[in-house]
């Protein structure tokens, strides 16, 4: 049987250049703080990993900045946030400001701050738009404000740079974050026009391998001390994630970026037209569930009440993948929280599935997509 996968928000298949990059990296053995010669070959391996991963995020220079490896955007994202929270120096404001849908690893450690003491501000997203006059109303002492790039269930590209610009204005001290791990080498932009001190991205969404990510860290956070580490041990990675690298997965992520960033335009062109082309060709008893602006890798869509596992079960029991949400949510009972709120009713919610494509998929495979909900919805209806 044929397979379809459309679920690459999830997780992405490695790319050869990953595959490739990790079998070199298994050859070389020594830890890359050793200072002996195998030592330093892992360690130039990191090196090059890290350098592919700046130039893929637009840094022009890693002399005073910091990208920092990680487990993964989960870690990243909770260094972010908990790292700023409780440096010394941050004794500016008691306020965090995020959005209403953000992503687990943002919204949890969120709330245990909260119960710790600190303020914060869910800023709305409904109709997949940041709504600004609320946050230039609550802008005013924050001490950490992080807003997602993109919403990884709606595909909703929230203008984040005006975003940031606004928190600027009122809090001057403010750090600022941005999730990215959906947005990195799925839409254009640069850590110089982004407005973000802070930036997370991960391997797995990008044809790299599961594990692995990084933080992006702004020189003059760095220079002020705005951050500290959250794992402490050894030392490494700058004294700001502790723990021996993980060498294959690091050169692997950083032959990812590096094979992403060279064919982002093209990427970028195919993932839009094939998502065009599902929308075009979807039933008419189909609801898209479609932002003001969208990236061009994610599409949500609401079934006419048939339960999105249901048809999950059905379009995989036909080769293909989709998702009925977050692969981090997947097992909760609750509504997508980012889907409420979109905007949806719980009822909705639970009635909605996400495709998400990567830039292998292919204009056939839509079409097939399309066919088979539609012999979906047929069957399932008639079987209600």
């Not at 400001?97 to 919204?107: G, M, Q, R, Y």
């Amino acid at each position: 049987m044929k397979k379809i996968y459309l679920d690459n928000s999830a997780t992405t298949a490695l790319s050869d250049a990953a595959k490739s990059a990790m079998i070199s990296a298994m050859d070389i053995y020594g830890n890359p703080s050793s200072l002996h010669s195998a030592g330093l070959e892992a360690e130039k391996l990191i090196k090059e990993a890290r350098e592919n991963v700046a130039v893929a995020l637009g840094v022009r220079s890693l002399r005073d900045a910091r990208l920092i490896f990680t487990s993964g955007g989960s870690e990243a994202n909770n260094l972010a946030i908990f790292g700023s929270a409780f440096a010394k120096a941050r004794r500016e404001a008691n306020k965090i400001i995020i959005t209403d849908s953000e992503h687990p690893s943002l919204e949890n450690p969120a709330k245990k701050l909260e119960e710790s003491g600190f303020k914060v501000v869910r800023i709305s997203t409904r109709g997949g738009e940041l709504d600004l006059d609320m946050l230039k109303h609550e802008a005013k002492g924050t001490l950490f404000a992080s807003f997602m790039m993109v919403n990884n269930e709606t595909g909703a590209l929230y203008d984040v740079e005006r975003a940031f610009k606004i928190v600027k204005e009122q809090s001057p001290y403010v750090v600022t974050h941005c999730d990215a791990v959906q947005g990195f080498l799925k839409i254009r932009f640069s850590v110089s026009n982004l407005g973000a001190d802070l930036i997370s991205v991960s391997s797995h969404k990008i044809h790299g391998p599961k594990g692995v990510g990084a933080l992006y860290i702004a020189p003059e956070i760095i220079k002020a001390k705005k951050i500290v580490p959250h794992i402490l041990g050894g030392g490494q990675e700058f004294g700001l994630r502790s723990g021996t690298e993980n060498t294959i997965g690091i050169s692997g992520f950083g032959a990812a970026a590096r094979a992403g960033f060279e064919r982002l335009d093209e990427s970028i062109e195919q993932m839009s037209n094939v998502r065009e082309h599902i929308i075009a060709s979807l039933p008419t008893e189909i609801r898209v569930n479609s932002p003001f602006k969208a990236a061009p890798h994610i599409l949500n869509i609401t079934l006419p009440k048939i339960k999105s596992e249901t048809m999950l079960h059905f379009l995989s029991s036909k080769g293909i993948f989709v998702s009925s949400g977050s692969a981090c949510s997947s097992h909760s009972s609750t509504p997508s929280s980012s889907l409420i709120a979109f905007g949806l009713s719980p009822k909705e919610a639970d009635c909605s599935i996400r495709i998400s494509l990567c830039p292998e998929n292919s204009l056939e495979e839509a079409q097939e997509f399309c066919a088979a909900l539609g012999e979906g919805l047929r069957t399932l209806i008639r079987m209600k």
